[in-house]
């Protein structure tokens, strides 16, 4: 008789992001324990402009997994001039690529 040791030990995964995301750049700050804070990133628009953001506001932070391939993801914000934008970005550590998508 099992007594449900060793069952649903298989980490929650999300399925496939559906936002619509991009490659970027991303500077990042280690802390003294190795957690990772996203200061600055840089996307290039449809044009070719680059573009940089900083400074970035960490709103939440946390380790999901999407098809099975985990993903620290992360809600931000930052202000430029007098308005606020929100995004994601999402950080690959596996390949140490990092994305990123808008809030609408």
């Given at each position: ?15 496939a ?6 490659e ?80 609408e």
């Amino acid at each position: 008789m099992g007594m449900g040791i060793g069952i649903n030990t298989q980490q929650a995964d999300e399925g496939a992001i559906k936002r619509k995301m991009e490659e970027i750049a991303c500077g990042v700050w280690f802390t003294c324990r190795g957690a990772a804070i996203p200061k600055l990133i840089k996307y290039q628009d449809e044009e070719g402009m680059i573009h940089s953001i900083s400074p970035i506001q960490v709103l939440s932070k946390e380790k999901k997994y999407y098809c099975g391939i985990p993903i620290q993801e992360y809600r931000c914000r930052t202000v430029s001039g007098d308005r606020e934008y929100l995004f994601r970005l999402y950080y690959y550590m596996e390949t140490n690529c990092w994305k990123l998508s808008w809030e609408e």
